[in-house]
């Protein structure tokens, strides 16, 4: 039986390097894609409940607009 051809050790080790950090990023950015899908899921959460803490707002005192900083409010102006 014949010896198989090989790559040198230097040959050898540039490539599994190589292989080894493709396999790193690759995990890296599966991990960065999950944390991003999960971030929007919270945003979309985050939204959903300040939708409804408008529409409890917005039943209570009708159509106004409120300053953020002060909690003043007064009636939303209608533009046409």
Known sequence: MADKAK???EE???IQT?????????AVLGDLHNQAYKAQLH???MEEAMAISQKELEDKY???SIDLNTGE???AVKED
């Open 18 to 26: 190589a292989v080894s950090n493709l396999n790193q990023a690759n």
């Open 43 to 45: 945003v979309v959460s």
């Open 12 to 14: 050898l080790k540039s």
């Open 62 to 64: 009708g159509s106004i």
């Open 7 to 9: 790559l040198t050790e």
């Open 73 to 75: 409010y007064e009636e």
